[in-house]
């Protein structure tokens, strides 16, 4: 098969058919890039000098590539991200914590010397009745900093590179927003004890959420190829609620988004769950998600499985591990997971390689540079066993 550009080989995977090559996704978006440290000790082994490291997402820490990094790697998507309110300015804090155009308060833990997360430190509606909702001051997504300079970006990016372009507006999460607002441990009490509570405030984000996109859309949807959303539904040996409680309170809501999204832009959606999310794939599946991200093995277990069962409907998207064999791995060893997924996941195209989420700063930049070089030698199309 002839060489296709970037966009053509990720949208043929997307398509179920096999392009010239299995498509890799370095830095298109928060969960497929390296987080700060990271990417830093990749550029010092480069030799590269590109300054200080930019972002994706604050909270996320994710950094965006610079294309040089980027074209070393043989990243096929590249990043679009919405911005920030223009005429809302966060409240003072403490040292070490900021306030998100939610109201989320978050602060800094380090896990080791020179690296750092962020956790929410107060969630502003932890002691909210369905009443308080109403009062709550929730962003303005009529603020015109969220889309400041969307549209010529997004043009620039269609008309003048060949990048997959991969766009994450801001307004998509459900459960992860709710939790962030009320608090994770009260949050799931609330499934329980207080329904009308949960129901009141998803059908709140619904609202901020499609109001959100419709802007992001208006302005960039034409020139999108892939479109991110996402919320955490599993954690390693499982489910983070029953699925019947998914079903009840995130699924509707998540389904009328989703259809909102196709109405909107052709783009295919991309869906992030960590863990072991397989109980619920039917269900994303059936409410429009066109890619799951980011396959988890340690989770997921058996990938021939998982293809077997799922593959002429979802693309999978991710699956070389962080877990163990990127930190702690050999870079031949790297090579082997890499060869492994792509058998795995590969054959029929709906598979376009990523790390499973960031890449933290204990992946040795070797380890980086080994993953990408094992992707274009084992991804060639026909595979070969």
Not at 23 to 46: M, Q
Request: aromatic share 12%.
């Amino acid at each position: 098969m002839p060489s296709l550009t970037s966009r053509q080989r990720v949208l043929t995977a997307l398509d179920h058919r096999e392009p010239d090559r299995v498509p890799i996704d370095f830095g298109g978006g928060t969960s497929t890039t390296l987080v700060v440290e990271a990417y830093d000790n990749l550029k010092r082994h480069l030799d590269l000098d590109l300054g200080e490291t930019r972002t994706l997402s604050k909270i996320y820490r994710s950094a965006r590539l610079d294309e040089v990094v980027m074209q070393r790697l043989s990243s096929d998507c590249y990043p679009l991200r919405g911005r920030g309110p223009a005429n809302w300015t966060p409240p003072p804090t403490e040292p070490g914590t900021f306030v998100d155009f939610w109201g989320v308060k978050w602060r800094q833990i380090y896990y080791r010397d020179n690296a750092f997360y962020w956790e929410v430190a107060k969630a502003p509606l932890a002691e909210a009745t369905v009443d308080d909702l109403d009062r709550y001051p929730w962003p303005d997504t009529d603020d015109p900093g969220f889309v400041a300079g969307l549209a010529d970006e997004a043009r620039a990016l269609h008309e003048g590179t060949d990048y997959a372009i991969e766009a994450s507006c801001g307004f998509y999460s459900f459960f992860e927003t709710a939790y962030a607002l009320r608090g994770y441990e009260q949050i799931f009490m609330d499934f329980i004890q207080n329904p009308e509570f949960v129901s009141a405030l998803f059908d709140k984000l619904l609202e901020i959420n499609l109001a959100g996109t419709r802007r992001f859309l208006d302005a960039a949807g034409a020139y999108v190829d892939v479109f991110r959303t996402g919320d955490d539904l599993a954690a390693q040996n499982g489910l983070l609620m029953s699925p019947a409680m998914y079903r009840r309170f995130i699924k509707p809501v998540q389904e009328k988004y989703f259809a909102f999204v196709k109405a909107h832009t052709d783009a295919r959606i991309f869906y992030h769950s960590d863990g072991n999310v397989e109980p619920l794939l039917d269900d994303l599946i059936e409410i429009g998600i066109d890619a799951i991200n980011p396959v988890q093995p340690s989770a997921l277990g058996d990938l021939n499985a998982i293809k077997a069962r799922f593959g002429d409907r979802v693309t999978f998207w991710g699956a070389i591990d962080t877990h163990r064999v990127l930190p702690y791995g050999t870079a031949a060893e790297v090579a082997e997971e890499v060869r492994q997924r792509i058998r795995e996941l590969g054959a029929g195209g709906g598979y376009v390689l990523s790390s499973v989420h960031s890449i933290l700063v204990d992946v040795p930049p070797e380890n980086v540079l080994a993953m990408a070089d094992a992707a274009r030698r084992y991804g060639v199309y026909p595979l070969q066993n």
